[in-house]
């Protein structure tokens, strides 16, 4: 059977999302035929104008959709707490477990020399603005328990070294409910090292 390029074009396309592979990608193309031309307009609207709607806190690096940022503007947060993250969605996450009333920077990415990806290409310049009038006393490093997020994080440690802040990093664990057969090694060891006096 012939291919139909329209559909193989959009496959192709859908592809390109993470964790779509190319049966994802054919399945969500198939389904696709199954919707109203209205809803095709309204997916295709809302991709087309992502990038001129979303746009980057120049204080704190998180996307927005308003100049400024929805939590750099309330003035309810404590602004003496700083929780530095690698990207948006993890902003989102916290935001989600409501257990964190502070402030956040994104550094958009993580330190990764293999993917050309230094310490330049890090959201540092406003962070630096941010410390320097003495108003947050905490900055708390919560970027991914990976070795990239390490990095970074030892890195940040050193650089943050001179401003008067306390600098803590963000503490790994076991999964509540899970058992500990079905730990891996490295996550069992931080574990360890993170335990607490009861």
């Known amino acids: 059977m012939e291919k139909l390029k329209s559909l193989e074009v959009l496959q192709e396309q859908l ?10 990608a054919e399945r969500m193309a198939y389904s696709l035929l199954d ?3 209205e809803d095709l307009d309204d997916i295709s ?15 704190c690096g998180m996307i927005t959709d308003i100049d400024g940022c929805y939590i750099c503007d309330d003035s309810e947060r404590d602004q003496s707490t700083l929780m530095i993250v690698s990207y948006p969605k993890d902003v989102i996450s916290l935001e989600n477990s409501g257990a964190f009333k502070g402030l956040y920077h994104v550094l958009n990415g993580e330190i990764n020399l293999q993917k050309g990806l230094t ?3 890090l959201n540092l310049e406003s962070l630096f603005k941010r410390l320097e009038d003495g108003t947050i006393k ?3 490093l919560a970027t ?7 990095t970074t994080s030892l890195y940040l440690s050193k650089l943050l070294a001179k401003y008067n802040v306390e600098i803590t990093r963000l503490a790994y664990g076991l999964q509540m409910g899970g058992n500990l057969d079905y730990v891996d090694p490295l996550t069992l060891s ?7 006096k009861l």
Do not use: M, Y
């Open 15 to 24: 592809s390109k999302l993470p964790g779509v592979g190319k049966k994802s």
């Open 35 to 37: 919707f109203s031309q």
């Open 45 to 59: 609207s809302a991709i087309k104008t992502l990038k001129e709607k979303i746009k980057v806190c120049p204080i």
């Open 119 to 121: 310490v330049e290409s």
């Open 138 to 140: 905490e900055v708390i």
């Open 144 to 150: 991914n328990p990976t070795l990239d997020g390490e």
């Open 190 to 196: 931080k574990a360890l090292e993170g335990r607490r």
